[in-house]
Each structure stands twice: as structure tokens, then as C-alpha cells.
């Protein structure tokens, strides 16, 4: 039996995967917990994870397929579209999920000891249910428009990869942050929204690159989902690869998701007082 000791001198900023692998029981029964508690008592069930992003999917396609009529060259603007909302639609989940996961989690926070990362973590895993739903949702349409991805698809997988990180390193830095000020309660729904328009979700990055100033580029691909949205398209639908800028991306989601963890570790021994 692997034993725990919590010591009050240890560092608190050392990771320690072997006992988040002794509660890894626990991580499956949150995660279980939510995922029933979000659909209980719904009529539909799962299938909202088809009809939000569909519901999406039309407004997307009336506000920049027509009335703007966005160029996405020979890609037929929902597919185009749709890629995006796969990548940004576990993102937004997970985000959305971690703000509060930690208050919501509170009483048992107080009463007995756990590493608390299992809780965002447990939120990340809710959220691939959904993302796997809506993939599959995404593959009926390359079916539908005979649309067969070429030798790029083999690196879907790192982008897949890239997108949980980026998840988890936003969602555990808020999970950590709204334990302190709770004004992030109320901020994380305005940044789960006003990232979708700042991310090449419905209109495609060379806008941005073409109109933007560089420094304004730069900041715009400070997000860490727009390299990977782009990395997205480019495996599924053969569009332009990941450009320069989209390293940036990748670098913000390396330095998040470190700084993440550490400030986590760094306020996890203080959360029963606080919460």
C-alpha cells in the first residue's frame, strides 16, 4: 500500500505524479460525478454535445459564411468553421468548468486531505467526452463534403495534445486564482466568449496577420489556441500549416501550463483556509 505523509516543511513547489496516481480512484469518481450531474435530468442527454455545437455551427455560417462571406478558399465554410469549434469548444469547457471547480469543491477541500489538482483535472476529463462527441460530429461532415485529409493528419495527435495542456494550464491557473479572488467567478464566462472572436474560430488567421500591425500579431497569437486551431486545419483539411507566429502560440502554452502547476503547488496547502 503506498502511504501518504504530508509534511508541512517539504517544498510546495515539487509535482508529486505518484500520489496524484495513488488518488487517480478518486480523479475517476469526480469525474464520473460531474459528468452524470451535467446531464441528469435532461431529456436529450449527450446529445447536446451535438446540438450546442451545431446551434454554433449556424450562427457562424449565416454571420461570416454569408453576411460577411469570409474567403476559406476551396474549404466549404462549415467544415472550415466546424474545425475550429473542435479545438475551442474543449477549451471553452474546461475553462469554463475549472473557474469554479475548486469552490464548488470546498467542503470536501475541508475535510480531508487529497491532492487538489486531481479536482481541474477531473474537469478535463468531463470536458474530452464532449470534445470525442463533437469529433466525431466533425467527421460526419469531412464524410458529408468528401473531404479526405491528407498525409498531415498524422500530426493531429500533438495538436490534440496541445489542446488538453492548454486547457489544463488556463483552467488550473484560474482554479488556483478564483480561490483568491473571487472576481474571476464573473470574468471567466466574458473570457470564454470574447476568446472565441479572438481565435481563428469562424474567419481565418491570415486576416489578422494582413490587417493587424506586427506587435498587434503577436499579441493576437499570445492565445495560446490560435497556433492550434491552425494546426487543426492544416491535418484535417490540407490549409496553409501553422505560420511563424503560431509559435507563439505553442510557447504561451508551454509557459502557462508550468507557471500553472507551480502556482497551484504554490497555494494548495492554504486552500482549506481560504476557500
Known amino acids: 500500500m503506498y502511504k501518504i505523509i504530508v509534511d508541512a516543511q517539504k517544498s510546495n513547489l515539487k ?29 436529450l442527454g449527450l446529445t447536446w454535445a451535438v446540438l450546442q455545437p451545431l446551434a454554433t455551427l449556424i450562427i ?22 466546424l474545425c475550429g469549434m473542435a479545438a475551442w469548444a474543449y477549451f471553452g469547457f474546461v475553462l469554463n468548468q475549472s473557474g469554479n471547480s475548486i469552490i464548488s469543491s470546498q467542503e470536501m477541500i475541508k475535510k480531508i486531505y487529497f491532492p487538489r489538482l486531481v479536482i481541474p483535472l477531473s474537469k478535463a476529463v468531463v470536458g474530452f467526452i464532449d470534445f470525442s462527441i463533437g469529433f466525431i460530429f466533425l467527421i460526419c461532415f469531412l464524410v458529408y463534403y468528401k473531404y479526405i485529409p491528407g498525409q498531415e493528419v498524422v500530426f493531429l495527435p500533438i495538436f490534440i495534445l496541445l489542446t488538453i495542456i492548454s486547457a ?13 479572488y473571487r472576481d474571476f467567478q464573473h470574468v471567466v464566462p466574458f473570457l470564454v466568449q470574447f476568446g472565441l472572436y479572438a481565435t481563428p474560430v469562424g474567419y481565418p488567421s491570415s486576416l489578422v496577420i494582413k490587417n493587424l500591425p506586427e506587435w498587434a500579431t503577436i499579441l493576437y497569437y499570445l492565445n495560446p489556441m490560435a497556433g492550434i486551431v491552425e494546426g487543426y ?27 500553472g502547476l507551480y502556482y497551484f503547488k504554490r497555494v494548495e496547502r492554504i486552500m482549506a483556509d481560504i476557500v
Do not use: H
Open 168 to 180: 489544463l494550464a488556463v483552467g488550473i491557473w484560474l482554479s488556483a486564482l478564483t480561490i483568491r
Open 60 to 81: 457562424f455560417t449565416l454571420v461570416f459564411g454569408k453576411a460577411v462571406n469570409v474567403d476559406t478558399g476551396d474549404i466549404p465554410y462549415p467544415l472550415f468553421a
Open 15 to 43: 509535482l508529486n505524479i505518484r500520489e496524484l496516481l495513488a488518488y487517480k480512484d478518486l480523479f475517476v469518481i469526480l469525474a464520473y460525478r460531474d459528468l452524470r450531474v451535467r446531464y441528469a435530468q435532461t431529456f
Open 233 to 259: 486545419r492544416w491535418c484535417l483539411l490540407g490549409s496553409q500549416p501553422p505560420g511563424t507566429y503560431a509559435y507563439y502560440s505553442f510557447i504561451a502554452v508551454g509557459i502557462l501550463f508550468v507557471s
